[in-house]
């Protein structure tokens, strides 16, 4: 027999689960609208597929996911589609989110539906099959479920473990699931346990449930599988998958780690059973069962489609007259719903009508005492009276050293305080505070980076047309300086075959004209000039050009000169002379201007 293990911490409140598993499960009848919000899971917001006026069939896909951790979203029934908007979600903070509106024609005609065998299919498509289909963990956590069908590459997987637990006060659902779908649990247990090959199989169920516990057990023995079904120690919250991994295992998931890392891997058995719907009758996740329990006159659980607007679907139980209010999820971690029309989603497990009687005003919080109750039942082993104190002061990173990220909202620590504290919403508020500042930060992170790489880009543009243009620098010198070399050796090679220049004018002409045809052949066929001599031709052509256009230059104003003039420019000439530099040419007489 298997030794089970303890967690530490954990409380035991009332777990009021009697008055809704009285009745099977009931089909929810269709609404009048639909509201189906387009991100139901963790991970990226599908995109929509549909626009305002297309008509859908039943299980058709309406938002395909937006990448690998993401989950595709699809229509519960068939109808036409009234808007593509933002619709108030199902959320503590009562925000809107983009949803598509759908207006059932009662036909609720589906898709056409292939019945598939995953045995003769490869593992990468059974997951691709599970991700289009949208299936996500139904515990609450709604992590996309194909996401973690992948066995680590360094670890062997150990054990699988299958959570029926259900620790949260007046949840149902998964206890009448499985008492109800038993061997469609298993069969999808056998999907999991087929991709990830683990060497066991556990089903951990609270002891609370004789009634799953059979259930299970008799499916598995029917489907010969070696699972193995175990009733654990009723305890909140044993439901948590760290908790029972812990209960089960003996393996203790470190906050640094994932329980992957440790060779154990959990699923919900509701995920179980969509996967198993998903995959061998290709139905898509548009329909949960969900507790309605509470302040009503009937209670029971519903198959209730996802998108139902809470108003349509509380009627169902026909609530009472003081009911002031409603809970989705548990007393424990559930939140009260903002508006009547949020709609049903892939995480509402369990709807609660509250009333005075049945929850109480709360008292007035007091100030901490520090007694040191509320780290005795956390279940991870923290401080929360740290936690609240620097919450409080909005000391967040503070927070983050006493791993505020590893509460799991639980509700233990608000549970025992005796001066009513609630502990889990200063949690929550940490939380939501940090990863706002951190995508705040990541924002500027993105835009310096950006800046960066702009700058860094325009650097190197510059560099590279600086380069570009020394380069033709380069080669257009090169190429000055080889045809000043061809031109210093033209004069020579034409004295001894033509006479010198009548005038000034033609010599500059003769040395701007082009080369010879024999002299361009010897230019072009010789090795190459070296460097200092091409350089002195350079110069010396230069210099041959300088005075060619001097000489062709008239002098201008040098008409009726006066007698000292004339001997002043006889000066400069002479000294012109001296220095080896040709006088400048008499001027012409010009003609008399009439």
């Not at 089909?27 to 008509?55: E, K, M, N, Y």
């Not at 299970?216 to 760290?242: C, D, H, M, S, W």
């Not at 543009?461 to 190429?479: I, S, V």
Request: hydrophobic share 40%; aromatic share 6%; glycine share 6%.
């Amino acid at each position: 027999m298997l030794s089970l293990f303890k967690f530490k911490g954990g409380v035991k409140p009332q777990t009021n689960k009697t008055q809704s598993v009285s009745e099977p499960i009931a089909v929810a009848p269709l609404p009048s609208r639909l509201f189906v919000p387009l991100h139901q899971s963790i991970g990226g917001t599908p995109q929509p597929l549909v626009q305002a006026g297309d008509r859908v069939l039943k299980g058709q896909l309406i938002g395909a996911a937006d990448g690998w951790i993401s989950s595709a979203v699809h229509a519960p029934t068939s109808g036409t589609v009234r808007a593509i908007a933002e619709h108030i979600a199902a959320h503590p903070s009562g925000l809107t989110t983009l949803s598509v509106e759908i207006e059932p024609d009662g036909k609720d005609e589906w898709i056409e539906r292939t019945p598939i065998d995953y045995a003769k299919l490869p593992p990468e498509r059974v997951r691709e099959l599970l991700r289009e289909a949208g299936v996500v963990g139904l515990g609450g956590a709604v992590f996309p479920t194909h996401g973690k069908l992948t066995a680590s590459k360094t670890v062997p997987m150990d054990e699988l473990v299958i959570n029926g637990a259900e620790c949260e006060p007046f949840i149902t659902c998964d206890d009448v699931l499985m008492r109800e779908r038993a061997e469609e649990v298993i069969r999808g247990v056998g999907i999991f346990r087929d991709l990830l090959q683990p060497k066991r199989v556990l089903i951990g169920i609270e002891d609370n449930k004789p009634e799953a516990v059979a259930a299970l057990q008799t499916a598995v023995a029917k489907l010969n599988e070696k699972f193995e079904v175990i009733a654990v120690p009723t305890r909140y919250p044993a439901g948590g998958a760290k908790q029972l991994i812990r209960v089960l295992t003996g393996k203790e998931v470190p906050s640094s780690k994932r329980s992957t890392d440790l060779g154990v891997q959990c699923f919900n058995v509701a995920t179980a059973y969509t996967a198993w719907r998903a995959v061998t009758h290709g139905e898509p996740v548009i329909s949960r069962i969900v507790t309605l329990t509470g302040n009503v006159e009937r209670p029971r659980n519903w198959e209730a489609l996802i998108g139902t607007p809470l108003s349509e679907f509380v009627a169902l139980g026909q609530p009472k007259a003081d009911t002031n209010g409603y809970l989705m999820g548990g007393p424990m971690m559930g939140f009260e719903m903002p508006a009547m029309d949020a709609p049903l989603v892939k995480a509402t497990n369990c709807i609660i009508a509250g009333s005075p009687t049945l929850f109480p005003p709360k008292a007035p919080e007091m100030p901490c005492i520090r007694c040191g109750e509320c780290a005795k039942v956390c279940p991870h082993e923290l401080q929360p009276f740290e936690m609240y104190w620097f919450s409080r002061a909005h000391n967040f990173g503070k927070t983050q050293e006493y791993h505020i990220f590893d509460c799991i909202e639980c509700g233990c620590c608000s549970f025992v305080c005796p001066s009513r504290i609630p502990l889990v919403q200063y949690f929550r508020f940490a939380k939501s505070e940090i990863w706002a500042r951190e995508k705040e930060k990541n924002a500027a992170d993105q835009a310096k980076a950006r800046f960066e790489w702009k700058t860094e880009r325009e650097e190197r543009e510059k560099a590279e047309k600086a380069e570009k243009l020394a380069r033709a620098a380069a080669a257009q010198a090169a190429k000055k300086a080889a045809e000043a070399a061809a031109a210093a050796a033209a004069p020579a090679a034409d004295s001894d075959a033509t006479p010198a220049p009548a005038t000034a004018t033609a010599a500059g002409v003769a040395a701007q004209a082009p080369l010879p045809a024999a002299t361009e052949s010897a230019t072009t066929t010789d090795a190459p000039v070296d460097a200092d001599a091409a350089k002195k031709a350079a110069i010396a052509a230069a210099m041959e050009r300088a005075r060619a256009q001097r000489a062709a230059i008239q002098p201008k104003n040098t008409e009726n000169l006066t007698l000292l003039q004339q001997k002043d420019i006889a000066a400069v000439d002479a000294v012109r002379q001296q220095a080896g530099i040709e006088p400048a040419p008499a001027a012409e007489a010009e003609e008399p201007k009439s």
